[in-house]
């Protein structure tokens, strides 16, 4: 017998050359949010996975309200009383959030009696939503409400959550943790994934902590510091960030009233984006998703060309310049999707190297590829970034999210870029990790570089720039001192973004 909604006993799981999940045994009682805390590759997704039925364990036994849970697929899963709220939505743009919600559905009501239900749901839990607007108008935070609308229709015991504030702003964050609670209230238990260790202590009940696979600790995180907390993490202690010893210098990159149409139906124009980044200066970029930051990466990178004069180098124009020539003088960038953009998935970490570093590396001459030098700058990046693989020759899509950030920030900043832009270089990445991609930030600029930080993590924006200016629908409000900056202000800053009003009610 056990009141427990989920148990897991001695769960064991095995990829090629890594011990995923191993000998993993905790529970989760009725109305308890449950935080699992690990490193990148401490084997949080392999769990949740198994649990939700997309990977099936090696060893062990699950049970659900004490019955044996062992689903083949998510279907089952989700039969038996599991939800689960990913990290990346899979939400078609062009569907209403009611057609949306009844595809996830095994038997899906008559429309009308679906959006009912769908109200009724928002109601109960204050989420605010209307089941007639199409997807692709709405915020990511409320792109995440009809993901756990989904959820909550199919009344779920356990429900779990990847990551799910990383895409949303402080207001959004808040009203998802009331959403939560209100769920707990009712009895349902809640499995959390968050690298966000103020939020873990802020909100839930209980944390089981992993650590290679293997589950190290378990404790209440009210009752710990959010040091305490990493230090159960990686088994040490973490290492304080260090922003001494930067001076700026020359100017490094000006953009001059840069303006360009939105590149899809869905995108944001950039308009009269004007900026200074002088040698050894952090610019933080701050703003709601969607409000111009990928369109601003690629032009800056040059996946998008403009006007001449509107992008200078050390004085040189690289306007009409591609992103070869433009990483060869030495203005590179890190965007926001790992895998896919900044990645190419199935491809080794070694074949990924060239992907931006060919040309800086000289790794490509006269069309000949040198596969011995690529391996070893790959060798390199995994030394000095601790990224946790069997080696270069393994694929992108192989490494925990955190690990293939932790490669593709360190690819760059070891090309020793005069300008580097990153987009998010610390989403889905620990508390441990998350400071060495900051600090190697910090040491580029300290060299002598520029570094431009567009982030919506605003805590880690303070901690690491200089100036901050807002983007804000395509528009960059001129930067001011970090020092002395407080959220309030930066709120007004951000403000009339959307997604920020809804947010609010
Ligand atoms: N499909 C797979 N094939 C091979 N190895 C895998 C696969 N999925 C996960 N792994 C490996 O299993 C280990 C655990 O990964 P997992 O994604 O569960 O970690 P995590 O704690 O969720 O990390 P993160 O916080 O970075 O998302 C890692 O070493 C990872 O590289």
């Given at each position: 017998m056990?009141?427990?909604?989920f148990r897991?006993?001695?769960?064991?799981?095995?990829?090629?050359?890594?011990?995923a999940?191993?000998?993993?045994?905790f529970?989760?009682?009725?109305?308890?949010?449950?935080?699992?805390?690990g490193e990148?590759?401490a084997g949080?997704?392999?769990?949740?996975?198994?649990?939700?039925?997309l990977?099936r364990?090696?060893?062990?036994q699950?049970?659900?309200?004490?019955?044996?849970?062992a689903?083949?697929d998510?279907?089952?899963a989700?039969?038996?009383?599991?939800a689960?709220?990913?990290?990346?939505?899979?939400?078609?743009?062009?569907?209403?959030?009611?057609?949306?919600?009844a595809l996830?559905?095994?038997?899906?009501?008559?429309r009308?009696?679906?959006?009912?239900?769908?109200?009724?749901?928002?109601?109960?839990?204050g989420?605010?939503?209307n089941?007639?607007?199409?997807?692709?108008?709405?915020?990511?935070?409320?792109?995440?409400r009809?993901?756990?609308?989904r959820?909550?229709l199919q009344?779920?015991?356990l429900l779990?959550?990847?990551?799910?504030?990383?895409?949303?702003?402080?207001?959004?964050?808040e009203?998802?943790?009331?959403?939560?609670r209100?769920?707990?209230?009712?009895g349902?238990a809640?499995l959390?994934?968050?690298?966000?260790?103020?939020e873990?202590?802020?909100?839930?009940?209980?944390?089981?902590?992993?650590r290679?696979?293997r589950?190290?600790?378990s404790c209440?995180?009210r009752a710990?510091?959010?040091?305490?907390?990493?230090?159960?993490?990686v088994?040490?202690t973490?290492?304080?960030?260090?922003r001494?010893?930067?001076?700026?210098?020359?100017?490094?990159?000006?953009?001059?009233?840069?303006?360009?149409?939105?590149?899809t139906r869905?995108?944001?124009a950039?308009?009269?984006?004007?900026?200074?980044l002088?040698?050894?200066?952090?610019?933080?970029?701050?703003?709601v998703?969607?409000?111009g930051?990928?369109?601003?990466?690629?032009?800056?990178?040059?996946?998008a060309?403009?006007?001449?004069?509107?992008?200078?180098?050390?004085g040189?124009?690289?306007?009409?310049s591609?992103?070869?020539?433009r990483?060869?003088?030495?203005?590179?960038a890190?965007?926001?999707?790992?895998?896919?953009?900044?990645a190419?998935p199935d491809?080794?970490?070694t074949?990924?190297?060239l992907?931006?570093a060919?040309p800086?590396?000289?790794?490509?001459?006269?069309?000949?590829?040198?596969?011995?030098?690529?391996r070893?700058f790959?060798?390199?990046?995994?030394?000095?970034?601790d990224?946790?693989?069997?080696?270069?020759?393994?694929?992108?899509?192989?490494?925990?999210?955190?690990?293939?950030?932790?490669?593709?920030?360190?690819?760059e900043?070891?090309?020793?870029?005069?300008?580097?832009i990153?987009?998010?270089?610390?989403?889905?990445?620990?508390?441990?990790?998350?400071?060495?991609?900051?600090?190697?930030?910090?040491?580029?600029?300290r060299?002598?570089?520029?570094?431009?930080?567009?982030?919506?993590?605003?805590?880690?924006?303070?901690?690491?720039?200089?100036?901050?200016?807002?983007?804000?629908?395509?528009?960059l409000s001129?930067?001011?001192?970090?020092?002395?900056l407080?959220?309030?202000?930066?709120g007004?800053?951000?403000?009339?973004?959307?997604?920020?009003?809804?947010?609010?009610?």
């Amino acid at each position: 017998m056990t009141a427990d909604v989920f148990r897991a006993t001695g769960i064991g799981k095995s990829y090629p050359g890594v011990r995923a999940n191993d000998d993993v045994s905790f529970s989760v009682a009725p109305g308890e949010i449950h935080a699992l805390l690990g490193e990148n590759g401490a084997g949080k997704s392999t769990l949740v996975k198994m649990i939700y039925g997309l990977v099936r364990p090696d060893q062990g036994q699950m049970f659900l309200s004490g019955a044996p849970h062992a689903p083949h697929d998510p279907r089952a899963a989700r039969a038996a009383g599991v939800a689960m709220v990913f990290q990346h939505f899979s939400l078609f743009d062009a569907l209403t959030v009611a057609e949306n919600v009844a595809l996830g559905m095994e038997n899906p009501p008559p429309r009308r009696e679906l959006s009912a239900r769908i109200a009724q749901v928002s109601r109960d839990f204050g989420l605010p939503l209307n089941p007639a607007r199409r997807v692709v108008t709405l915020s990511a935070g409320e792109r995440q409400r009809v993901e756990i609308i989904r959820c909550l229709l199919q009344d779920p015991r356990l429900l779990i959550m990847d990551e799910p504030t990383s895409v949303l702003t402080p207001q959004e964050a808040e009203l998802l943790f009331a959403t939560l609670r209100k769920l707990a209230g009712q009895g349902t238990a809640i499995l959390y994934i968050s690298h966000k260790l103020d939020e873990i202590r802020g909100h839930c009940d209980r944390a089981t902590i992993l650590r290679h696979g293997r589950v190290v600790d378990s404790c209440d995180p009210r009752a710990h510091s959010a040091r305490e907390l990493a230090a159960m993490m990686v088994g040490g202690t973490m290492r304080q960030i260090d922003r001494s010893g930067r001076q700026a210098g020359e100017v490094m990159l000006e953009v001059a009233g840069l303006s360009l149409p939105a590149p899809t139906r869905e995108g944001t124009a950039l308009k009269d984006v004007t900026l200074t980044l002088r040698a050894g200066e952090i610019l933080g970029i701050g703003g709601v998703a969607g409000n111009g930051q990928e369109e601003l990466l690629a032009a800056l990178s040059g996946e998008a060309r403009s006007a001449p004069g509107r992008i200078l180098l050390e004085g040189r124009d690289l306007s009409a310049s591609g992103p070869d020539a433009r990483r060869r003088a030495g203005l590179l960038a890190a965007p926001e999707d790992r895998l896919g953009h900044a990645a190419v998935p199935d491809f080794s970490l070694t074949e990924n190297t060239l992907l931006t570093a060919g040309p800086r590396k000289g790794l490509v001459r006269r069309g000949m590829i040198d596969h011995r030098g690529a391996r070893r700058f790959a060798e390199e990046v995994i030394a000095a970034f601790d990224v946790r693989t069997p080696g270069p020759g393994t694929a992108a899509k192989a490494l925990s999210g955190g690990n293939l950030q932790k490669f593709v920030i360190g690819r760059e900043v070891m090309q020793a870029p005069r300008v580097l832009i990153v987009n998010q270089p610390t989403w889905g990445v620990d508390a441990g990790a998350a400071a060495a991609v900051r600090q190697s930030l910090l040491d580029l600029a300290r060299q002598g570089a520029g570094v431009i930080v567009i982030s919506q993590d605003l805590d880690e924006l303070l901690e690491l720039s200089d100036r901050f200016s807002a983007l804000n629908e395509g528009r960059l409000s001129p930067p001011v001192p970090t020092e002395g900056l407080t959220l309030d202000r930066i709120g007004l800053m951000l403000g009339g973004a959307h997604g920020m009003e809804e947010a609010r009610i």
